[in-house]
């Protein structure tokens, strides 16, 4: 998939921004506040709908202004050229539009434009709770799997609904158990398929974890991951071909042994919405044990990884943001990684405040690499010529 073009209207700092984009490596210099990251959080709004910055919509129109407006254009396998069209307003809220006609669901933009982000905030993904590993697992496999997304957007409101009940007649036993019921099946139902299709993805992408990490270190250092869920006993549901027919009797009998906690607590306490993904570097947990260099790289060889798992399993090349992480790694890893996107097929978007840590990469003449620079929220091209480059 190809992003051709893009424009922004009072988007952050945008006023109004349009560039055409090229097709392969494409680098963005500028200085700190520039408005390098909000292209790349504009170009995710088209891919995936929502900022990776803000948690609202509202944070992300100009100051001064009371909506925002993202355009781009896409060429792919699948749909050789088409349009994404994200705005919002206030007290109208959000508006996504493909060639113009609006979705009637969100959720049917994801998948359209596959992308992979790696941002500062990678960090997050290792040192931090099950919540933030959970998260980058649904979203790699909804981009995948428009099945798995709808069972994801189903069980979350079954869950809010057990709760709801939990909450309400918590202190009615008799009748919570007989309300719980058909909640309870379609808990277990949705839930099992979860449970089995991240055991199933895990297993594969296993492998691309590998390589990517070894790319990146060439430690020798072996990289992997278990998928623990508290809905069936085990240690790792990634060893063997799970289904979820062999998950529902557990799960079943899990949930019925938990009401009285559940009660308690006014919550749900057992389900796919309350499991974990454990990294670990041979045998040793990085999340308890690793250095912060290990995490940073683990982190990084994850959204690889990714890159390479949707190369593989998608019809359509995803697009690749890279927003401001080589402050955090030294030359050797720096020109990895711009070598390992060089020779990557597919479209990449790179930040970088501090152009010197790719001097190696910038200024020369390379067909691949396309290069802007952006000030106050003013983008410019910057041209090869004879003279070197100008914009």
């Not at 520039?34 to 292209?39: D, H, M, S």
């Not at 596959?114 to 998260?135: F, H, I, N, Q």
């Not at 623990?228 to 549901?237: A, E, Q, T, V």
């Not at 009998?253 to 559940?262: P, R, T």
């Amino acid at each position: 998939m190809i992003n051709t073009n893009i424009s922004l209207t009072n988007f952050r700092n945008h006023e109004h921004t349009d560039t055409v984009w090229g097709t392969h490596v494409n680098i963005i210099t500028g200085p700190n506040g520039a408005g390098k990251t909000n292209l790349l959080d504009a170009i995710h709004y088209l891919c995936m709908g929502r900022s990776f910055t803000s948690s609202s919509d509202l944070y992300v129109v100009k100051q001064g202004h009371s909506g925002f407006l993202v355009k781009g254009s896409f060429t792919g396998n699948i749909r050789s050229h088409f349009e994404i069209s994200c705005s919002y307003e206030r007290g109208d809220g959000k508006n996504l539009r493909v060639n113009d006609s609006p979705l009637e669901r969100h959720a049917d933009l994801i998948g359209l434009v596959p992308v992979v982000l790696v941002s500062p905030d990678d960090k997050k993904l290792t040192g931090e709770g099950p919540a933030e590993r959970r998260s980058f697992l649904d979203s790699m496999i909804s981009q995948t799997s428009p099945a798995y997304l709808d069972d994801l957007i189903r069980y979350r409101k079954i869950v809010r609904q057990r709760n709801k009940l939990l909450t309400d007649l918590g202190h009615q036993p008799d009748r919570l158990e007989q309300m719980l019921e058909p909640w309870d099946l379609q808990l277990v139902e949705t839930g099992s398929r979860i449970v089995a299709k991240r055991a199933s993805v895990v297993r594969k992408f296993r492998d691309y974890m590998e390589q990517a990490h070894e790319q990146l270190t060439g430690s020798g250092m072996r990289p992997s991951m278990t998928y623990k869920s508290n809905c069936i006993d085990g240690p790792d549901l990634t060893g063997d071909n799970i289904a979820d027919g062999d998950i529902r009797p557990a799960y079943s009998q899990e949930l019925a042994a938990s009401v009285k906690k559940d009660c308690e607590r006014r919550l749900t306490v057992i389900g796919p919405h309350r499991d974990d993904l454990v990294f670990f570097l041979d045998d040793m947990e990085l999340r308890k044990f690793g250095s912060q260099g290990q995490h940073r790289i683990y982190a990084l060889a994850l959204k690889m990884a990714q890159l390479y798992y949707y190369t593989d399993a998608l019809e359509d090349l995803p697009v690749f943001l890279l927003d401001d992480v080589f402050g955090d790694l030294d030359a050797r890893k720096t020109d990895t990684v711009m070598n390992m996107l060089l020779q990557h097929p597919g479209q990449s978007f790179i930040t970088a405040a501090h152009p010197d840590k790719i001097s190696g990469f910038t200024g020369i003449d390379d067909q691949r690499i396309f290069e802007y620079h952006i000030e106050d929220g003013v983008m410019q091209q910057l041209i090869r010529g004879d003279d070197g480059l100008s914009t």
